[in-house]
């Protein structure tokens, strides 16, 4: 353990502070009960919710709502699903190739074996061909996993394919729960799952709060870029204003990313390299403030000093 400019760096095990990707923390657990207690929701927000998520079925991950939209095309081991992605990065989550495969195979071009495309729009940025990818005239599954209040010119995003993927711990401060949209009319819903009354209170109620998240999340990204551009790194992600990050994704300057993963982490700081790429990303959620953000910096920038 290391006193270190009034922050402790390495503390003791159970004694770390969390700093996760997701705003969910310890004391979201009171919340989120005092919530399923006393749901008051406007119909207002009702209409919103439903007008956003469409016709949707709870899950109780992203990982379950892909499983489930993969499940509906009777694919065979020989089908190919096409994997498109915003950045073209080689590196796929191995969330979505796991429950692919659990199907049939993936490629990263389109072949003659070709069922399915599968969208992923990656950290915020919306893959902006979606019309190229219609004329293929093939079903189409679009993941907002870590998009969920992110759309393109056309306000489309989450509507050009037969299913979207939410994943609602990603930018809500709850435990479990994915969203699958359905735009397709032959899907069957499941509304009989024992957890799907409690997710509903839980999301709608923080769905209420979407325009603070979003101006919260990029009021973040951008306080926490112009502190790390002072410390070299510059932005991957060049945001518009229909996109909302999920996470902050910077350019490394020469860093040993590996070592500073495996450093941010034993801080308890939730972090990771964006493999295929030279680049790393941190937390940036609406429950960051600025002591919070100030805490990530300055762990970063004793990393750098120690690592000369």
């Known amino acids: 353990m290391i006193f270190h400019k009034d922050q402790i760096i390495d503390p003791e095990n159970f004694r770390q502070p969390s700093f996760f990707i997701s705003p969910f923390s310890t004391a979201d657990l009171e919340r989120n009960d005092a919530i399923m207690k006393n749901p008051n929701v406007s119909d207002d927000s009702l209409k919103e919710y439903n007008a956003f998520f469409g016709e949707h079925e709870y899950c109780l991950s992203g990982k379950e709502a892909i499983f489930n939209a993969l499940d509906h ?98 930018f809500f401060p709850i435990q479990f729960g994915g969203i699958l949209k359905v735009n397709c009319k032959n899907y069957s819903i499941n509304k009989n799952k024992a957890y799907q009354n409690h997710l509903q209170k839980v999301t709608l109620h923080y769905f209420e709060d979407s325009e603070n998240i979003k101006k919260k999340r990029k009021d973040n990204n951008n306080y926490l870029i112009l502190e790390l551009c002072k410390l070299g790194f510059t932005p991957y992600f060049d945001y518009s204003e229909r996109e909302t990050p999920s996470v902050c994704m910077f350019t490394n300057n020469g860093h040993d990313l590996p070592k500073l993963k495996v450093f941010l982490q034993r801080n308890g700081i939730e972090c990771s390299i964006f493999y295929g790429k030279d680049a790393f990303f941190i937390p940036v959620n609406q429950a960051l403030g600025k002591f919070e953000m100030d805490y990530i910096i300055n762990l970063i920038t004793f990393f750098i000093n120690e690592s000369k």
């Open 73 to 170: 095309y009777n694919l065979k081991k020989d089908d190919q699903v096409l994997i498109l992605t915003t950045t073209s990065n080689l590196y796929i989550s191995s969330c979505v190739t796991k429950e692919i495969e659990k199907f049939c195979g993936w490629s990263r071009e389109k072949t003659d074996n070709t069922k399915l495309i599968f969208i992923i729009h990656e950290f915020g940025k919306v893959f902006h061909d979606m019309e190229t990818i219609k004329n293929y005239n093939l079903p189409i599954i679009e993941d907002c996993a870590m998009s969920m209040f992110s759309s393109d010119e056309k306000e489309l995003i989450g509507q050009y394919g037969d299913f979207t993927i939410y994943s609602l711990p990603k």
